[in-house]
């Protein structure tokens, strides 16, 4: 059994407006619900073996933030790939992680994880700044997960409970 929760990234900063959008910080907002939600993981009793994100300053600081509100000390993973990626792009970075991993956090952007959820799970929801999607596969390896054996195990986000 493999375990993915797929988190986008916390509320970003469009304050200055020169900043290239790589380096946009979270905002006030962002800074309140990332460990907002990761409070809600720890509460889960959510421990992953793996966090990977994109290398995009919103995506790095809300999986730095994440990451230390569930003690997991390991390194963070930054995959180029997953900053401007297809459902596609998320797939193949998920296939390449290792088996001895079962649960992994996959910090990255709207489009590309809204797809893959949608393709795999035929999620129709828009997933909002650092919503959490957990998705299980009934499966022993990361090569093998598919639509076939996905299962929507939890949707949450930070204004769920307004």
Not at 19 to 29: A, E, G
Not at 74 to 89: C, H, N, R
Request: glycine fraction near 4%; hydrophobic fraction near 40%; proline fraction near 4%.
């Amino acid at each position: 059994m493999k375990k993915l929760y797929i988190i986008r990234h916390a509320k970003s900063s469009w304050k200055d407006l020169e900043l290239d959008d790589f380096d946009r910080p979270l905002n006030k907002r962002g800074k309140l619900n990332a460990p907002f939600m990761g409070k809600k993981l720890k509460k889960k009793r959510v421990h992953p073996d793996i966090v990977i994100a994109s290398p995009a300053l919103r995506s790095r600081l809300t999986a730095e933030v994440i990451a230390k509100k569930v003690k997991y000390f390991k390194d963070i993973v930054y995959d180029e790939e997953l900053y401007e990626s297809s459902a596609t792009m998320l797939c193949e970075a998920l296939v390449k992680i290792e088996d001895k991993n079962n649960i992994a956090f996959l910090v990255g952007h709207s489009t590309g994880i809204n797809l893959f959820v949608e393709n795999y799970i035929d999620f129709q929801d828009n997933i909002p700044t650092c919503g959490v999607v957990e998705i299980e596969f009934n499966c022993k390896s990361w090569k093998d997960i598919s639509e076939q054996n996905a299962k929507l195990i939890s949707f949450d986000y930070p204004k769920k409970e307004l």
